[in-house]
């Protein structure tokens, strides 16, 4: 009978099916919370337990539970209006210091100081767990396989070592790339993988080049300063001297949230995994009054604008010179928009509370999208094939936007410095010049042209997780090396050395041979 | 009707189906061709009309028409004894010269000569097809829509772009990663990844590191130098000056025939696509004398023995050793051999002309598998889960079993100087030690652990290319670069220059201002 038993585990593990497995979610807020709940989604679907830590001042993450879905709510000693004030500074901090290479230095002083706050509330958030004994105590009895944790809220790490289980990441990208290129060894040569924040591509002349290669050490030497702390909170936590970088280098596998329809190429490791876009689906029937409305719009079609979930209104001002840009387009225009109804409004546009983005976008009349440049909203016009006009904001949307573009998807506008023409000018280029749709549509086949789904790779990966206990044989040996030795610099260093030895031997013995001719002929002259 | 055909051929490209296409091949010898056969079967069985261009010197490659799969049959001036020839002198001077740190001036000289008959017959091949007009002009016409080259026979690529059409490769290494490296701009860090050819792992101290670090930048001179003459060659043939190098850098995919069970993790880049195994499948029954034979075993089981299709014979002296230490095992012996009896051959064993491999391996009194360490037996020891002996050879085969120590699943013996004991203890210590069992049936988990067969992705990225007319959304923008912009080495040194020019500026004004000071001074005094 026990045989049996372990011939058919032995089987299921040969054909890659994992039974009902426990899995642990440390999530992040906002369009991270919205990402890893398809994933979540998912795995309830293959029969799996999920439990969510989610902090009791969470914002975007509701505890809805269900027989599969757990969610353990654990206490801070702050409310979510703290978290909501955080997100906000974020927001206006970077909205009103966009980094340049004029700026950099400002902007970094800035978003340092609102990066105290955000550490502050990930350390809240952390010690509501590592501290509170009894849900340790819950989570180790609860036997999970797994760990899937975003590693923009620093801590899932350290549970999940403090649970002895394995954990793997979900990610879109890490400030200055540091987690993946050092924590995670990732090569990301300056010459052609852009930095990070840089709004460069991979086509940089030498200007470009030089300006990438700082932005490297800078955005390194940055996160190694605001990010430092953690180091003693990490050690401190583990129970030994290690570093935050140390312990995410463990991480079995990274999921990254991007493509390379939206990526430009470069290496990476075999346990890195682009499920980019796994959040995306075939549309929906829109709701009556909707369809209704962009029936209305005959052969012109409808334009779809939000701004996300994190920017609630704009000013006054600003919002009455969108209205007017939109009022202007033989579109018609829904727009996500809560703030008050901007006397400019045309008849052509809607506002709406909330819309079905995804269904709007792959509704067969929309002619473009009006976005921050969220990847989560930009892979959703990638897969229906939209072109975008790129309104970004804060974080990555301006690199978001600036991929698009390269790509020729999309044309930008600055939300600071656009006027109504702007605006107008931006979508009406993206809606009549036919190269932006048809380069959409190609990012669009390629987004749909996969050997398997984004969200049934990072399924997958998540129960070989937990049918592997790990996944070590994806783990390169560059773990192993100190930073010198990555490097190969001690190598370096010593064959140098043996060089100059050489040299140095060579020229003393080619001197004293000089010396000793010179002293014979002397001798022989004198003789 | 033809806007319901385009939107027919939309949907299809959408989800991922491509109708019989037209696929030209450009093979290898050997062991090659047994390999790139099963992506040959596998495109006929997906409706695929296949074409392969065989040399009229071609060896392994036996034209055998079906209505979906033609031979090209070229004509070259030498006939397939010369192709023999060359492939014996490859393995005899790898064999008598086998390198190492002492050797390797020797090995390189050697091995070069043969090398010179070797580029030779490739050089013919080609010409055999870009000067055979008539065949050139038949194949522009067949409309094929990608080439799959094997590039250590150059070529395909040429052929490739004299018609017009997209190429890959199907490829285990090239000498030196020379060719995955430098044109296929793949970073491999000499840290952490072992030189090929070097039998080193990824685990190295320092004295080993130095010694990776050396063979990279050697094996890449010796490449340069016996590889030059394609530079003209090329040049020659595509009209215009290129290299070998920049022309295989436009590969739209490289099909790498290993895996992370293989193979050491390590940085690639996303058209590389790593399909080792793919020829592996599901043991069927054996022959009736066979079965029978490996059923007499009992418990003990039986062990498989073959040095795989380039090595026919051993001496009589080397075989009669082996066969002495095969007598001594209680485990029955299949041995493929087609040399002159061993006076020492022992009632276990018996010997074959041909063997079916892949059953033998598959079959569940197996116990143990010697090989040359070949890329392809390897892999279906690995699939199988069957510790291995080792007996390398030539080309990769060192490094190959190499690798397989280094995960636990094999022990090596050396070919020239094993002792039947040697051969005895290693057999028995994989039989006996159930580590080497344990590691082999890890190993063939995570071979069986993917989210989609080697087979089946090796398929979908030739029909993506096919459908697509390319990948070059998995193009590195490294391809634009010249190798000192790609190592940034115009940005340190222009960025160094202007350190240098600070502080050249800075003492001087620091001298100059000291000097009016000490002036100033004086003039005071003398006052």
Redesign the interface.
Known sequence: MLKNILLLSLQM????ITLGGNVLIWPMEGSHWLNIKIIIDELIKKQHNVTVLASSAALYIKPTHTPSLTFEVYKVAFGPEKTAEVIRNFVLTWLENRPSPSTIWRFYHEIGKVLEDFHTICRGNCDGVLKNQKLMEKLKKSKFEVMVSDPVFPCGDIIALKLGIPFMYTLRFSPASTVEKHCGK??Y????VPAILSELT??MP?AD??RN??SYHLQDYIFDSLWKSWDSYYSEALGKPTTLCETMGKAEIWLMRTY??FE????????FE?VGGLHCKPAKPLPKEMEEFVQSSGEHGFVVFTLGSMVKNLTEEKASLIASALAQIPQKVLWRYTGNIPTTLGANTRLYEWMPQNDLLGHPKTKAFITHGGTNGIYEAIYHGVPMVGVPMFADQYDNIVHMKAKGAAVEVNINTMTSADLLNALRTVINDPSYKENAMRL???Q?????KPL??AV??IE?VM??KGAK??????H??TWF????L???G??LTCVAAAVFLVTKCCLFSCRKVGKTGKKKKRE
């Open positions: 593990s040969l054909v890659g990732t090569p040569p300056p010459s052609y991979d086509q030498f080049r030089i290669f700082i390379w329809d430009f190429p470069r290496p990476y490791l075999p346990n682009f669009s086949r390629i749909h042209d996969q050997p398997i049934d790779r997958f990966w070989f049918r592997h044989h994806l783990r390169p040996a560059a192993n090396l030795q990555y490097y190969s001690d190598v370096i010593f064959l």
